[in-house]
């Protein structure tokens, strides 16, 4: 059996993660049940039960808060007798594309012997804020989502 992790999307609400088991966590059953796969289902930094503000789109701790989970993940395996390959897959939509290629950059960079990543999806991630964000806000239209620029500046 492979492992999958689902990294969550944009939240503003520390509640509303996989961790408490919020519509999130419902992909994982999904996932779960249609690839038969585990699925690690990791909250980020400041999110949960972390204490703080959420760092959003940081991505040295969407990465890592993502590794640790991994790591739990296969260890709970380990612990249960549950048999897993070595196929990581990962998959993902908006910030959690952001997160993704976090967390591939970190495995690929630091963790290449932990962890083989079998197929990395992350898509219509945040890539490149500086440049679409400025883009939105400044060519005279209504932009339909402002909480975006506040909540970066804020976690930050």
Do not use: W
């Amino acid at each position: 059996m492979g492992l999958t992790t689902y990294l969550h999307g944009t939240e503003t609400l520390k509640e509303n993660v996989p961790s408490r088991l919020s519509n999130e966590a419902s992909i994982g059953y999904y996932a779960s049940a249609i690839i038969g796969s585990v699925v690690a289902l990791p909250d980020y930094l400041g999110m949960g039960d972390s204490p703080g503000l959420h760092p959003y789109i940081h991505s040295e701790t969407e990465a890592s808060a993502s590794l640790e989970m991994l790591r739990a993940t296969r260890e709970f395996c380990e612990n249960h007798a549950i048999y897993l390959n070595d196929d990581l897959f990962i998959f993902v939509y908006s910030q959690r594309g952001h997160a993704t290629l976090a967390l591939q950059k970190l495995i690929e960079e630091e963790n290449i012997e932990e962890f083989i990543i079998t197929a990395s999806i992350p898509m219509a991630g945040p890539y490149d804020v500086s440049g679409v964000q400025t883009d939105l806000l400044t060519n005279g239209e209504n932009y339909p989502a402002p909480y975006y620029l506040p909540y970066l500046i804020l976690s930050y």
